[in-house]
């Protein structure tokens, strides 16, 4: 157990859709980012933010966004969406910039 | 930008015996580098890291890696393999705030 937590484990929902993931990082850490796992993709670094704030972005869609609380824990909001969306998503957290340390993943499937 | 090249996709090994896994990595400065695993199903455990001083790293599990700068390389190994390391497993780079990581090794473990 990595002490990552992410809720759902797994979602159904259909095109055109909102869906909100949520993570609690583990306790201490003031990061966290959030990863997508698809077959074609891999696994591909959305964003990453720092004690509320964002830090880093990377290959993030525009109809997904994310937010950091003032109680550390992220969501990750993910609209309009498409079939090409199912994926594996994963929440990570971090002290500072080393170490990430991973939770069990949402799946999501978009029918 | 960095990136990581696992060259096996698929390695089929029996119980009992040694196992290496390769990663090369492409970054301009010395990177952090992980090996995590990841079980069917399961989320993204680390296996071990490293960051800085002795090349040899031992991880969980009876892992060990070795960074060798001048081959770009941190291939992972195993001196005999347990059914129960059946799974994938992934090498990152970790710069710039994210981690990247290669396509994966699917590890079998014949009896």
């Known amino acids: 157990d990595s002490g990552v937590t992410q809720t759902p484990k797994h979602l159904i929902t259909a095109t055109g859709q909102r869906v909100t993931l949520r993570c609690s990082p583990r306790?201490?850490?003031?990061?966290v980012y959030w990863y997508q796992q698809s077959l074609d993709q891999g696994l591909q670094f959305l964003i990453q933010?720092?004690?509320?704030?964002?830090?880093a972005k990377g290959n993030i869609l525009e109809r997904f966004s994310a937010q950091q609380f003032p109680d550390l824990h992220s969501e990750l909001n993910l609209s309009s969406l498409e079939l090409g969306d199912s994926a594996l998503y994963f929440c990570?957290?971090?002290?500072?910039?080393?170490?990430?340390?991973f939770g069990p993943g949402t799946r999501l499937l978009v029918l | 930008a960095q990136s990581v090249t696992q060259p096996d996709i698929h390695i089929t090994v029996s119980e009992g015996a040694s196992l290496e896994l390769r990663c090369n990595y492409s970054?301009?400065?010395?990177?952090?580098l992980f090996w995590y695993v990841q079980s069917p199903g399961q989320g993204l455990q680390l296996l071990l890291k490293?960051?800085?001083?002795?090349?040899l790293v031992q991880g969980i599990k009876g892992f060990e890696a070795e960074f060798k700068r001048s081959q770009s390389s941190f291939n992972l190994r195993k001196p005999s393999v347990h059914w129960s390391d059946a799974a994938e497993y992934f090498c990152?780079?970790?710069?710039?705030?994210?981690?990247?990581f290669g396509a994966g090794t699917t590890v079998t473990v014949r009896a």
């Open positions: 990570a957290s971090s002290a500072g910039q080393e170490t990430q340390y």
């Open positions: 990152a780079v970790g710069a710039e705030y994210k981690l990247s």
């Open positions: 933010y720092y004690n509320g704030e964002e830090r």
């Open positions: 306790s201490g850490d003031l990061s």
């Open positions: 490293y960051f800085s001083g002795d090349t």
């Open positions: 970054y301009g400065a010395t990177p952090y």
